[in-house]
């Protein structure tokens, strides 16, 4: 685990400052509850996001919106026509909540939705998240939310490596969200990190090469972009993609040992870069994905292998592998091990990197 003690208040600073910048100049991504005020706007907006995707949600939104445009509206209509247009979101505990709480502050409360964190989230169904969200965004309170996309950015910048999932990652990531927080502009910060993880610091192959925050983000300078967030109970995969880069620069590859509790801990492997989904991979697209991800502009595709497969026990892992050269090392490569190619045979792989390694003419990693 990081100690967040040693991450400079300089770092958080230019964080802070470089991320309103962004949302400032280049966020483009629009949403019709964006400097929305209305809490009960907010809060219908954060209720139907849950478990749900932006795309499928907005369109339930919308039609709430337009059939019940105040809390009063939605407390007094009927539970069959609400569950209705509910109908397709699933989760229906969410609707139950939101039709008890409608009524909980429309009759209880005189319409009146509460005004501070500490009232917003005792309301049934509305956990620390949505609760900091109708804080910040509705009356500009400072209290920093945390979602996935606030997860991910947060872990690769700083390095931490607490899994997300337990009640210590929770802990932690929301004491240093805090701290990064601007107390001045919370509700637009907080809609700017949100913004910032969904269309630069993605899931999968993130916008490396040109992120402002990548001269002093842990996991681009350590190669740790696709490894954090961590998550301490991962979902059993029975098929899984594997695209190993091999990257060569004046007789020299990187390997790096892999740590993780995973199959294969302990021994050696290439750059690994892991999909949900095989890719077609082409001398373009990978050329595109180094300048992307890893900011590697001068590069020279050498080969992209076939297809490897090894079953395990539980999984199965298909794997390629793609050549590099490099003329020099670049910064996001410098925490990888770099060693002679004609060392490599003292190392320990995977099996399905050996049987590619000796599937080779001549026994030459190029």
């Given at each position: ?129 949505t609760a900091a969200a109708i804080a910040s965004f509705a009356y500009n309170q400072p209290y920093a939310v945390l979602d996935g996309n606030v997860f991910r950015v ?175 090392v670049p910064v996001s490569l410098k925490s990888m091990d770099w060693i002679q190619e004609k060392e490599i045979g ?21």
């Open positions: 685990m990081r100690n967040n003690n040693k991450i400079k208040e300089a770092a958080k600073r230019f964080f802070t400052n470089q991320l309103m910048g962004w949302n400032q100049d280049k966020n483009k991504r629009n949403m019709p509850w964006k400097g929305e005020k209305d809490p009960y706007k907010i809060w219908l907006s954060e209720v139907m996001l849950q478990q749900t995707r932006v795309s499928q949600g907005l369109e339930y939104y919308n039609r709430f919106v337009a059939a019940f445009p105040t809390i009063v509206d939605l407390a007094n209509a009927s539970d069959e026509k609400v569950f209705k247009m509910w109908e397709g979101l699933g989760y229906y505990s969410r609707c139950r909540n939101l039709l008890y709480t409608a009524r909980y502050i429309s009759y209880e409360l005189g319409g009146k939705f509460p005004d501070d964190y500490s009232r917003i989230i005792q309301l049934k169904g509305v956990g620390p998240y947060i872990s690769r910048y700083t390095g931490i490596e607490t899994p997300i999932d337990t009640n210590a990652g929770k802990m932690e990531f929301g004491e240093y969200a805090q701290t990064l927080l601007d107390k001045n502009q919370p509700g637009l910060y907080n809609q700017a990190i949100m913004d910032f993880g969904a269309t630069v610091c993605k899931p999968a192959a993130p916008f490396c090469g040109t992120c402002l925050l990548s001269g002093q983000c842990v996991a681009f300078l350590n190669g740790q972009v696709n490894q954090l967030p961590v998550k301490s109970k991962t979902i059993k995969r029975t098929k899984r993609w594997f695209t190993y880069f091999i990257f060569h620069t004046k007789g020299f590859l990187a390997i790096r040992q892999r740590r993780q509790k995973d199959i294969w801990q302990g021994l050696n492997e290439f750059y690994l870069f892991e999909t949900e989904k095989p890719i077609q991979w082409t001398n373009e697209n990978v050329l595109q994905w180094l300048e992307q991800q890893l900011a590697i502009e001068s590069a020279k595709v050498k080969s992209i292998s076939a297809v490897q497969i090894q079953q395990l026990t539980h999984q199965q892992v298909t794997a390629q592998f793609i050549h590099i050269d490099l003329p020099t003292e190392f320990a792989f995977p099996r399905i990197i050996n049987a590619y390694l000796e599937a080779i003419p001549n026994k030459k990693v190029r």
